[in-house]
Antibody, heavy 119, light 108 residues
Framework: EVQLVQSGAEVKKPGESLRISCKASGYTFATYFIHWVRQMPGKGLEWMGRIDPSDSYTNYSPSFQGHVTISADSSTSTAYLQWSSLKASDTAIYYC????????????WGQGTLVTVSS | QSALTQPASVSGSPGQSITISCTGPSSDVESYNLVSWYQQHPGKAPKLIIYEVTKRPSGISNRFSGSKSANTASLTISGLQAADEADYYCCTYAGRVLFGGGTKLTVL
């Protein structure tokens, strides 16, 4: 069974850095792209970007380019989403989700990581 | 403002059918059969219920069906049940990823 398990909730202050994780199991890590999706409180889903774990190639939504970094460690089948300087507006739930190569749908999804940024 | 437009809310009574529309750029919706739909219950992660416009993943009830006409995709839920009350999102992935703004389904 393909499964994505995300790291736990985080509370941070503006300006702090953060890295959250998404550990994959049940399949060959390199064969699925990992995508990150943001959901702000009470709002809809926003695609942030993706990584191809086979070569670490990334691409980002213009809305998130330069503000977050997506990476992956194939040795531990884990993808990461990181910020170097958080803002209060980064408060949201962040989901990782996978997309098998040569397909175009997201399945499965991680359980989500709540990030709260407050002074 | 989402690039895919969905109604903010729909409602129906148990046993009835409802349809949620998803309208977007022709380049993303009409040109390819790459529309997927996700169900999200409160406090839960989204779940895939339809992919490639009409296909259902294993384990998804055949009460859920998808279709498309021109640049509008649709999700139909027949035989409404209380458990169907959730938010529903459409999505396209044709070179870029677009999500709809989401539709809240209320089962009366």
């Amino acid at each position: 069974e393909v499964q994505l398990v995300q790291s736990g909730a985080e509370v941070k202050k503006p300006g702090e850095s953060l890295r959250i994780s998404c550990k994959a199991s049940g399949y060959t890590f390199a064969t699925y792209f990992i995508h990150w999706v943001r959901q702000m409180p009470g709002k809809g889903l926003e695609w942030m970007g993706r990584i191809d774990p086979s070569d670490s190639y990334t691409n980002y939504s213009p809305s998130f380019q330069g503000h977050v970094t997506i990476s992956a460690d194939s040795s531990t089948s884990t993808a990461y989403l990181q910020w170097s300087s958080l803002k209060a507006s980064d408060t949201a739930i962040y989901y990782c989700t996978s997309m098998q190569q040569m397909t175009n749908w997201f399945d499965p999804w991680g359980q989500g990581t709540l990030v709260t940024v407050s002074s | 403002q989402s690039a895919l437009t969905q109604p903010a809310s729909v409602s129906g009574s148990p046993g009835q059918s409802i349809t949620i529309s998803c309208t977007g750029p022709s380049s993303d919706v009409e040109s390819y059969n790459l529309v997927s739909w996700y169900q999200q219950h409160p406090g839960k992660a989204p779940k895939l219920i339809i992919y490639e416009v009409t296909k259902r993943p294993s384990g998804i009830s055949n009460r859920f069906s998808g279709s498309k006409s021109a640049n509008t995709a649709s999700l139909t839920i027949s035989g409404l049940q209380a458990a169907d009350e959730a938010d529903y999102y459409c999505c396209t992935y044709a070179g870029r990823v677009l999500f709809g703004g989401g539709t809240k389904l209320t089962v009366l």
